[in-house]
């Protein structure tokens, strides 16, 4: 009993401890983000429109969206970004390419940017949390 409590409280402390990063923490650079406009706009931007409000048929990819995607990780919908899109060339752009239009997603939606790029890398998008709200972090004392 003692070896699960000790194993839970190690979990719970590495876990509070700022190892995982959230969309909230500064996960791209503004010069990724304005990469990843241009090729928002020339492989999205029919479909999901030049402000990424989507259409009736289209979802968009501002608003509802965040609270849609809430909860996963980064590599969830970078994933889905790969494997479903664009439109009739589903795959057809490179992993930086996706990491691009995913920075200007966030961006589009306000979550802030930081120094350093979002990584084409899955394991390094699965450790980032799609957060809908910005979560307050308690200072260790």
Not at 7 to 21: D, E, I, Q, R
Request: hydrophobic share 35%.
């Amino acid at each position: 009993m003692r070896k699960i409590i000790l194993g839970l409280a190690v979990s719970l402390v590495t876990a509070g401890s700022g190892h995982a990063k959230s969309v909230w923490d500064g996960v791209y650079t503004e010069d990724q983000a304005s990469r990843g406009a241009t090729a928002y706009q020339q492989n999205c931007g029919r479909c999901h429109g030049p402000n990424l409000g989507g259409t009736f048929e289209i979802p968009p990819l501002v608003g509802r969206f965040v609270p849609y995607w809430s909860g996963s990780t980064l590599d969830v919908l970078v994933d889905y970004i790969t494997h479903a899109m664009p439109l009739g060339r589903t795959g057809s752009l490179s992993p930086a390419t996706n990491a691009d239009i995913t920075a200007f997603i966030l961006k589009s939606n306000g979550f802030p940017a930081g120094a350093k790029e979002l990584s084409a890398q899955s394991a390094d998008q699965k450790a980032i949390t799609f957060d809908a709200t910005k979560k307050k972090r308690s200072k260790a004392h």
